[in-house]
């Protein structure tokens, strides 16, 4: 590994991350309440156990975090079209200026991302910051105090057109798989359904 992409990898406790300059990255995160601590804390000892290599690890990890999410657990504020909404809208407004913005999904209680960000602008600090204004008005409207979102995200970045294209159908099946609609399109909050729209 060459110190440039060495010093791209970082940890903020629970999941490792990368925030390479312009790598197109899929990135999750859920609200607070979604995916209790101490089952993460399981599962990751659970894999820390076996040894798995760093990219298994990841792999693994995010597909139980993953499938845990489909189940719908928590207060499932993001089902609510007015939070969808304001969520929806953070994610575009920066697209073309901090990222590019390639596919996304909303979920009732977490979100998927696939983005690149621009040269100058850290994945850790687009993240932050999408986070911080969305948790912020969403308790708002709301009107609750504390925790919105859970602390961490997860984020794996792209390998090559096929994993591109795997990523993008995953993305916006997401709603399908969970059976929330019968097609991606029909799902109001996912870049599936904004694409189908006549621009």
């Not at 928590?74 to 590019?100: K, M, N, T, W």
């Not at 209680?109 to 690149?116: A, R």
């Not at 912020?136 to 925790?147: E, F």
């Not at 399908?176 to 019968?182: M, R, S």
């Amino acid at each position: 590994m060459t110190d440039s992409v060495s010093r791209s990898w970082h940890s903020r406790g629970y999941l490792p991350h990368f925030d390479g300059v312009e790598v197109t990255q899929s990135i999750t995160f859920h609200l607070a309440d979604s995916l209790p601590r101490q089952i993460l804390k399981n599962w990751q000892r659970e894999l820390d156990n076996l040894k798995l290599p760093e990219m298994k690890y990841r792999i693994e990890i995010q597909k139980r975090i993953d499938h845990y999410l489909d189940q719908g657990a928590g207060a499932r504020y993001l089902q609510l079209p007015h939070i969808a909404d304001l969520v929806e809208s953070a994610f575009l407004y920066f697209d073309g200026e901090r990222y590019q913005l390639r596919a996304w999904v909303i979920m009732p209680n977490h979100v998927h991302l696939l983005l690149t960000p621009r040269a100058e602008q850290s994945l850790t600090e687009i993240i932050r910051s999408l986070k911080s204004y969305t948790a912020h008005k969403a308790n708002q409207l709301l009107g609750r105090t504390g925790k919105f979102w859970f602390e961490d995200y997860f984020d794996r970045y792209i390998r090559d057109g096929n994993h591109y294209a795997a990523v993008v159908r995953y993305i916006e099946n997401n709603p399908v798989k969970a059976g929330l609609c019968q097609s991606p399109e029909e799902w109001r909050y996912s870049s599936a359904w904004w694409n189908n729209q006549e621009r």
